[in-house]
């Protein structure tokens, strides 16, 4: 278990690590995570757990690029400690008007508004290999906000209906894992990192907005602490990132963000996988297998899913394709996990033990849920009809 005193946050972290890091170039040592801070590694390196603070030398603003150098270096099996920070590199604070974050996204035409900490060297992460990154504890900041972006910037599922730029800013409390929506509504505090990925193979800069075989922007709400995500290497060493850090989201992501926060502790066991190899990410929870499907077109990211469920139920339970589609029918909870990152995303969560098949769902409000419901041959259309109803 790691010890919590050890992480020292924010500026602390920082200090110890230059610390540390000017000490380490003055003394030769045979140590590969001492030898990692004088190649310039910010950090701090103990016994196997890798603190990884949130400043200016460790995140980057919107973009992604495989030759960013690396701020950690860490070998198969070492746990990461990390901070990430609000949007547009922290400018996002409670009270910063809707104007001002207007402003940020107009004036940085391209990027993306996330803040991602990293990259983070792993050490033996070849191309072909997988990533196993299992998600051991997440601590929010104490606050978060939402917010919308239509008129010209046309951001947001349905722009038009609500053409007004707003944001809404949120106090977390962490004690009793709630936040308040409205008064008398309160919302659970179920934080996830919406960006955890991995560099991919083609050289140049990439907004961190869509998502894709390398993770990224995945914005999967099930990515929550205790789960573990397997990405596919592309790079040597993987780097990886993380950021634009969710405090609540709803699967669709549809007014454009999440309850966006930061975290102060974001505390991943990251593992090479030798020998397998993946197409798309995948994920696992304590009960269930989740597969995942993405593209411009909701019908495409539902095909791939479709596609890497069937591959996957193959492997796992040696089914053929008709029995591996009938598994999917009667037993795949899919849904939709977001439809505003340029790229639509889909997941199909697949029970570990044997269950029942699941009941239908419902086409009428129940004692619990509200329900709406639309039927199109489309699927994009019947997504934007029921979530506008």
């Known amino acids: 278990m790691i010890n919590r005193r050890d992480f020292l946050i924010g500026g602390a972290a920082t200090t110890a690590a230059i610390a540390l890091a000017s000490n380490a170039r003055s003394q030769p040592t045979n140590r590969p995570e001492m030898a990692a801070l004088q190649q310039g590694y910010v950090g701090q390196y103990q016994g196997g757990v890798y603190l990884l603070p949130a400043n200016d030398e460790t995140v980057q603003w919107g973009w992604f690029n495989n030759a960013e150098p690396p701020r950690a270096r860490i070998r198969s099996g070492d746990t990461v400690v990390m901070e990430t920070m609000m949007a547009s590199l922290n400018q996002i604070l409670p009270g910063v008007p809707i104007e001002e974050i207007t402003r940020l996204r107009v004036d940085n035409p391209g990027r993306g508004p996330h803040s991602i900490t990293g990259p983070i060297f792993v050490e033996g992460a070849a191309p072909g290999d997988v990533l196993k990154i299992k998600i051991n504890r997440i601590v929010p900041r104490t606050y978060g906000a939402n917010w919308n972006l239509p008129g010209s910037l046309n951001l947001g599922q349905f722009p038009e209906q609500f053409p007004e730029p707003q944001v809404k800013h949120f106090f977390l409390d962490l004690q009793r894992g709630m936040t308040e929506f409205l008064p008398g509504i309160e919302l659970p505090v179920r934080p996830f990192p919406g960006i955890i990925g991995v560099a991919r193979a083609e050289s140049g800069q990439y907004s961190t907005v869509p998502p894709g075989p390398f993770g990224g922007n995945l914005d999967c709400r099930e990515l929550i602490e205790g ?3 397997y990405l596919p290497v592309f790079v040597e060493g993987a780097l990886l990132w ?14 454009l963000t ?6 102060s502790e974001l505390n991943l066991t990251i593992e090479v996988l030798k020998g397998q190899s993946l197409s798309w990410p995948r994920i696992e929870s304590p009960t269930h297998w989740i597969t995942v499907g993405y593209d411009r077109d909701l019908n495409v990211a539902i095909d791939i899913l479709q596609e890497e469920t069937l591959k996957f139920l193959a492997d796992w ?12 029918t009667t037993h795949g909870d899919c849904r939709v996990s977001e439809v ?3 790229l639509k995303g889909v997941y199909c969560m697949l029970p570990k033990q044997a269950a029942p098949a699941l009941s239908p769902n419902p086409t009428a409000d129940t004692a619990e849920n509200f329900v709406t419901v639309a039927t199109e041959s489309d699927a994009m259309q019947a997504m934007n009809q029921s979530a506008m109803s």
């Open 242 to 255: 993380s950021g634009d850090s969710h405090a609540v989201q709803g699967n669709g992501e549809i007014n």
């Open 317 to 328: 339970k040696g089914l053929d394709t008709s029995a591996a589609r009938q598994y999917m």
């Open 340 to 342: 505003v990152n340029q």
């Open 227 to 229: 789960t573990t995500l």
């Open 258 to 263: 999440a309850i966006e926060s930061a975290f």
